[in-house]
T-cell receptor, first 112, second 114 residues
Framework: KNQVEQSPQSLIILEGKNCTLQ??????????LRWYKQDTGRGPVSLTIMTFSENTKSNGRYTATLDADTKQSSLHITASQLSDSASYICVVRGNAGNMLTFGGGTRLMVKP | ETGVTQSPTHLIKTRGQQVTLRCSSQSGHNTVSWYQQALGQGPQFIFQ???????GRGNFPPRFSGLQFPNYSSELNVNALELDDSALYLC?????????????FGPGTRLTVL
């Protein structure tokens, strides 16, 4: 069964600090992995996409890593800002069909 | 270029009623997917429509049904509403021809079943 597990479920950090969110998946065969940011009451917005051959990809203060061998990904946020408070969702697409498997998300709260 | 829009924004229904949610896809997109997101959870895939036909379905009962129209807009219909149907319903559009096709999400419809 295709599954995506994220940790931690929730996280509170102080403004300016760094944090790392984890994503483990069992989706096979693997096509790509996206990290989405979802503000409260809004739809998710894509931050990065990782394909099988990519290890690291950055988007501003967000850096995603992928280890396709261990089926793990991480999202590192540098110098956090209050606006980073949101849910971060890891989404994996398999090569079979056009379906996505969503993780449960990590709820991040950045406090001043 | 307009983004994905959904209506209504919020909706309150009672158990046993029926509801129709609407989604307008982003310009140039021909595929629409619907998701149910319970509070504090990740989205769960309901189904996907491509060229007016359902081409994938998640683990949802038949009382969840949908339509896609020639302009690629879509509807999600839920019959015999249950309390557990209370959730944020997200619509996402994409262009199926791209290998890494990103799904662009709408703001969602918040459904409350009393």
């Amino acid at each position: 069964k295709n599954q995506v597990e994220q940790s931690p479920q929730s996280l509170i950090i102080l403004e300016g600090k760094n944090c790392t969110l984890q994503c483990n998946y069992t989706v096979s065969p693997f096509s790509n992995l996206r990290w989405y940011k979802q503000d409260t009451g809004r739809g998710p917005v894509s931050l990065t996409i990782m394909t099988f051959s990519e290890n690291t990809k950055s988007n501003g203060r967000y850096t995603a890593t992928l280890d396709a061998d261990t089926k793990q990904s991480s999202l590192h946020i540098t110098a956090s800002q209050l606006s980073d408070s949101a849910s971060y969702i890891c989404v994996v697409r398999g090569n079979a069909g056009n379906m996505l498997t969503f993780g449960g998300g990590t709820r991040l709260m950045v406090k001043p | 270029e307009t983004g994905v829009t959904q209506s209504p924004t919020h909706l309150i229904k009672t158990r046993g009623q029926q509801v129709t949610l609407r989604c307008s896809s982003q310009s140039g997109h021909n595929t629409v997917s619907w998701y149910q997101q319970a509070l504090g959870q990740g989205p769960q895939f309901i189904f996907q429509y491509y060229r007016e036909e359902e081409n994938g379905r998640g683990n949802f009962p038949p009382r969840f049904s949908g339509l896609q129209f020639p302009n690629y807009s879509s509807e999600l219909n839920v019959n015999a509403l249950e309390l557990d149907d209370s959730a944020l319903y997200l619509c996402a559009s994409s262009f199926s021809g791209r290998a890494w096709n990103e799904q662009f999400f709408g703001p969602g419809t918040r459904l409350t079943v009393l």
